[in-house]
């Protein structure tokens, strides 16, 4: 009888690790698709900021130009974009507060996380012709740029973490 006690907690060992497992995948899913966008008063001016602060799109009407200096428009820019940045960080904790164990604080995980990330990347700047336009940042690969191979291994920002907490 021991066997199938100790069978039994392996069996609800595994479908635990299951739950689990599918819950981190839908989390990371649910962060990669974060999106905000954030606008000026005057609807001139919107950019939309994607998950982990990437600027994804700034959207220019025409009058611009007559009203903004290259100036002010840039700060304005860089200001909409630290907005829309502030709402991620908000969704992205909500998020990340569903799957901490109690107490954990998912703006630190959040901070370790984005500390890394933009030593590996930034927005410096963003150009748009005269007149009203979309800069977009669009998908990451194109046709001609096929995509790195990458490890079959399952990635999980979980076990990313768990592992810089073991570097420290």
């Given at each position: 009888?021991?066997?199938?006690?100790?069978r039994?907690?392996?069996?609800?060992?595994i479908?635990?690790?299951?739950r689990?497992?599918?819950?981190?995948?839908?989390?990371?899913?649910?962060l990669?698709s974060?999106?905000?966008?954030?606008?000026?008063?005057?609807?001139d001016?919107s950019v939309?900021?994607?998950?982990?602060?990437?600027?994804?799109?700034?959207?220019?009407?025409e009058?611009?130009?007559?009203?903004?200096s290259?100036?002010e428009?840039?700060r304005l820019?860089v200001?909409?974009?630290?907005?829309?940045?502030?709402?991620i960080?908000?969704?992205?904790?909500a998020?990340?507060?569903?799957?901490l164990p109690?107490?954990?604080?998912?703006?630190?995980?959040?901070?370790?996380?984005?500390t890394?990330?933009?030593?590996?990347?930034?927005?410096?700047?963003?150009?748009?012709?005269?007149?009203?336009?979309?800069?977009d940042?669009?998908?990451?690969?194109?046709?001609?740029?096929p995509?790195?191979d990458?490890?079959?291994e399952?990635?999980?920002?979980?076990?990313?973490?768990?592992a810089?907490?073991?570097?420290r």
């Amino acid at each position: 009888m021991a066997l199938t006690d100790h069978r039994t907690q392996v069996e609800e060992m595994i479908a635990d690790y299951r739950r689990s497992s599918q819950r981190l995948s839908e989390v990371d899913e649910e962060l990669a698709s974060i999106e905000e966008t954030a606008g000026d008063e005057r609807g001139d001016v919107s950019v939309t900021v994607g998950s982990g602060g990437a600027l994804r799109r700034v959207w220019l009407a025409e009058q611009v130009y007559r009203t903004h200096s290259p100036d002010e428009l840039g700060r304005l820019i860089v200001r909409l974009s630290a907005t829309a940045t502030a709402r991620i960080a908000e969704r992205t904790d909500a998020v990340l507060a569903t799957v901490l164990p109690s107490g954990s604080d998912p703006a630190a995980l959040r901070v370790d996380s984005a500390t890394s990330a933009a030593a590996a990347s930034s927005v410096t700047g963003v150009s748009v012709p005269n007149g009203s336009g979309v800069a977009d940042n669009g998908p990451r690969n194109s046709a001609a740029e096929p995509e790195q191979d990458e490890s079959l291994e399952p990635r999980s920002w979980l076990r990313d973490v768990g592992a810089a907490e073991r570097d420290r």
